[in-house]
Structure formats: C-alpha cells, structure tokens
C-alpha cells in the first residue's frame, strides 16, 4: 500500500454496479465509509452486485462549488458520508473488490494505480 500522507489525501471508496467499466472516469460520488459503498455496489435496483474501488484521493480535489454539486444530484454529504471529488482529479487506486454472492474478490494495486475521477 502506497504511503501517501494522510495530511493531504483521503481513503475514500467508490461502490459500482457490475455494468461499469471501471477503467473510465470513476466519477465524483466518493465516500470514506467503505459500508455505505459496499451498500451502493449491491443496490438492489442495478443488475449484478457490483464492485467497491478504494483509492486515495488529494483533500484539495475535493470539490466545493455549489452550483456543481447540485447539478450532480450531490444534495446531502452527511447521509451518504460523500466526499465529491472534482471531475478529471486523480484516484490513486489501490484495490478494487469485485461483490458476488458467493465469495468477494479483492485485488490491491501496490503500487496504486492512477485513475482519474
């Protein structure tokens, strides 16, 4: 696992439907609690159970600006525990956990693997 200093960067998650192809853009919708993603990967509405990515992310790609966050449906950060992230900014990827009924499937990236939100 990468030392990136915890004074300038998140462990944050990301929970996915099946259907996503992980290596494009991951998104703005993060969360640091790794429970809520796993909630969102098995979201019943999506097919299949989904994948939970867990990246660090720099605390200044946070993103702030009013205007952004609600065209993007990001409404109430307290409930969801989110942390959105600016559109473009760098995940540094270090594991990527495959959900499936019947056994999970973790695989860690040491070192991350850079992916852009």
Same mark, same amino acid.
């Given at each position: *696992?990468?030392?990136?200093?915890?004074?300038?960067?998140?462990?944050?998650?990301?929970?996915?439907?099946?259907?996503?192809?992980?290596?494009?853009?991951?998104? *703005?919708?993060?969360?640091?609690? #790794? &429970?809520?993603?796993?909630?969102?990967?098995?979201? #019943? %509405?999506?097919?299949?159970? /989904?994948?939970? %990515?867990? /990246?660090?992310?720099?605390?200044?790609?946070?993103?702030?600006?009013?205007? =952004?966050?609600?065209?993007?449906? =990001?409404?109430? &950060?307290?409930? &969801?525990? &989110? @942390? #959105? %992230?600016?559109?473009?900014?760098?995940?540094? @990827?270090?594991?990527?956990?495959?959900?499936?009924?019947?056994?999970?499937?973790?695989?860690?990236?040491? #070192?991350?693997?850079?992916?852009?939100?």
């Amino acid at each position: *696992m990468s030392n990136l200093s915890p004074k300038q960067f998140h462990t944050l998650y990301r929970g996915l439907s099946s259907t996503t192809n992980v290596k494009k853009p991951l998104g *703005m919708h993060w969360t640091d609690d #790794p &429970e809520r993603a796993v909630g969102f990967a098995r979201n #019943p %509405i999506r097919r299949g159970a /989904g994948v939970v %990515i867990e /990246g660090q992310v720099a605390k200044k790609s946070r993103e702030t600006r009013s205007d =952004v966050l609600q065209k993007n449906q =990001v409404y109430d &950060e307290y409930w &969801e525990n &989110e @942390v #959105p %992230i600016k559109k473009g900014s760098t995940v540094h @990827v270090t594991a990527v956990t495959k959900l499936s009924d019947k056994r999970d499937r973790t695989r860690t990236y040491n #070192p991350p693997r850079k992916w852009k939100a």
